[in-house]
């Protein structure tokens, strides 16, 4: 078991940037993946980007080039950087540990 807990959402204008942080219970060094989701309103969740205990990532090709993810394994946290915001950014944003345990999300409003 390992608790998630996302903050740094928030109001920003279009171009701007956040940086989402996901601070975990326990290790996360465990975990084969660490991944950011995302879902808005009316739609599927989807995956934002994903990265791997060996430090590989992988990208939504919607934020490719915007968007980084990173992780502090002594820390037991992850990061996603969000530059050049866009209105369809807008969503709730979760941390998830190996596609099974996840947070409660974190609110990503981007305005035009």
């Known amino acids: 078991q390992v608790q998630l807990v996302e903050s740094g959402g928030g109001l920003v204008q279009a171009g701007g940037s956040l940086r989402l942080s996901c601070a975990a219970s326990r290790s996360i060094f465990s975990f084969g993946n660490m991944a950011w989701y995302r879902q808005a309103p009316g739609n599927q969740r989807e995956l934002v980007a994903r990265?791997?205990?060996?430090?590989?990532?992988n990208y939504a090709d919607s934020v490719k080039g915007r968007f980084t993810i990173s992780r502090d394994n002594a820390k037991n946290t992850v990061y996603l950087q969000m530059n050049s915001l866009k209105p369809e950014d807008t969503a709730i944003y979760y941390c998830a540990a190996a596609d099974t345990y996840w947070g409660k999300g974190t609110l990503v409003t981007v305005s035009s």
């Open positions: 990265i791997a205990w060996s430090g590989t990532t």
